[in-house]
């Protein structure tokens, strides 16, 4: 069974930093891209951040120039470090994965149970 578990969440004043991680673990072949998405209340979920296996990224607009998205593929890990953080940063953060397991036969998407970043103003 594979699973994603994010932390780092958190409340923290606009202007701020926060770093989120995410480990996967479980009967894993490969990981191949991995991205945070994030949800704010009573909006549809936006894609944040993504990073290829090979290290190539992409960000939301939104967030160009103040988020970065990294990963430690010794570790399994992806990170989204936050800086300049504002109030409409605010949401629940899910981290993504597309993971080849020993369990299935072709790779699945992945995802967290999510973890709350509260930007105050």
């Known amino acids: 069974q594979v699973q994603l578990v994010e932390s780092g969440g958190g409340l923290v004043q606009a202007g701020g930093s926060l770093r989120l991680s995410c480990a996967a673990s479980?009967?894993?072949?490969?990981?191949?891209?991995m991205g945070w998405y994030r949800q704010a209340p009573g909006e549809q979920r936006e894609l944040v951040a993504s990073i290829t296996s090979g290290g190539t990224t992409m960000y939301a607009d939104s967030v160009k120039g103040r988020f970065f998205i990294s990963r430690d593929n010794t570790k399994n890990t992806v990170y989204l470090q936050m800086n300049t953080l504002k109030p409409e940063d605010t949401a629940v953060y899910y981290c993504n994965a597309m993971i080849a397991a020993t369990d299935r036969t072709y790779p699945s998407q992945y995802r967290g149970q999510g973890t709350q970043v509260t930007v105050s103003s």
């Open positions: 479980g009967r894993i072949l490969s990981i191949g891209t």
